[in-house]
């Protein structure tokens, strides 16, 4: 059974450009989650997908913002960026029901500079 | 607003101590608790998950217990490794969010 596929594993961007950082979540999960990891601030959440509807949301700026398609794999976009956004972006897989008694299963994370 | 705290922050032991990780949180409105190991520059691995109807959860060398009306998780490794060095972060989990610990950076030394 595959894991979650995230990719690119690594990017290196210019203040000022936009991202997108994809996300395959494992077969049958209908649930994406976004997180920011930051030595300072650790893990935060940004945002949740389920059956392609924005379900739930942390503090973060308008800048950040995603979307899952029907076949469940979510893409994150991040605008204008600015150097604060270096950071580890972790995507979550789950089977989606608010109330599970599953975990979360995350891939290995795309690590974006900004220089 | 929840928040999670774990203690120690760094831990360094000799391989084959038995040693316990803790893990305290401020809303005890959670659902379940999921242990998760994290190493240099990688994703999370899922350790232990610890259901809303759940108290204990083993899997070979480790168990980890909850208590929610007092707002504490342990993870208890036996017998640790130097493959156990790694960062163990705890998460409580509500509405679909995961609200993530500190973390406990971990060194077992040979």
Known sequence: ?115 | KQEVTQIPAALSVPEGENLVLNCSFTDSAIYNLQWFRQDPGKGLTSLLLIQSSQREQTSGRLNASLDKSSGRSTLYIAASQPGDSATYLCAVILASKLTFGTGTRLQVTL
């Not at chain 1, 991040?78 to 604060?84: A, C, D, H, P, R």
């Not at chain 1, 972006?89 to 975990?103: F, K």
């Open chain 1, 1 to 115: 059974k595959a894991g979650v596929t995230q990719t690119p594993r690594y990017l290196i961007k210019t203040r000022g450009q936009q991202v997108t950082l994809s996300c395959s979540p494992i077969s049958g999960h209908r649930s994406v989650s976004w997180y920011q990891q930051t030595p300072g601030q650790g893990l935060q959440f940004l945002f949740e997908y389920f059956s392609e509807t924005q379900r739930n949301k942390g503090n973060f700026p308008g800048r950040f913002s995603g979307r899952q398609f029907s076949n469940s794999r979510s893409e994150m976009n991040v605008s204008t960026l600015e150097l604060g956004d270096s950071a580890l972006y972790l995507c979550a897989s789950s089977p989606g029901a608010v109330l599970s008694n599953y975990g979360y299963t995350f891939g290995s994370g795309t690590r974006l500079t900004v220089v």
